[in-house]
């Protein structure tokens, strides 16, 4: 396995992802098919990703994600040339690349 990428999300939106098998959500209020991809981050990246994206919420999850088995592309990329690289994932990930899911104190 590479180095794993991590999603923050909703454990309800991570629950009816492993209901359905794959999940599709891209970052808080957007999917996939709004998006594009699916929003990741580092682990030393998602503690800001989380403070800016969702500090009003909780009962959040991080979803620990194998890029060897996700079958879609990983790419990193910064939002503005020369800026900070993130993970994107362009595609579903399904609930099996999902290896670990860990609460988000």
Do not use: N
Request: glycine letters at 8%; hydrophobic letters at 40%.
């Amino acid at each position: 396995m590479t180095d794993p990428v991590l999603h923050l999300t909703e454990r309800s939106l991570w629950e009816a992802a492993r209901a359905k098998g794959t999940y599709e959500i891209s970052t808080r209020g957007r999917t996939l098919r709004e998006e594009g991809f699916i929003h990741c981050s580092t682990r030393a990246q998602l503690p800001r990703t989380a403070a800016a994206f969702f500090a009003d919420l909780d009962d959040l999850v991080v979803l620990v994600v194998d890029p060897g088995r996700l079958g879609v592309p990983l790419k990193y990329e910064a939002a503005k040339p020369g800026g900070e690289e993130f993970p994107h994932i362009y595609g579903p990930i399904p609930v099996e690349a999902v290896v670990a899911v860990e609460p988000w104190p």
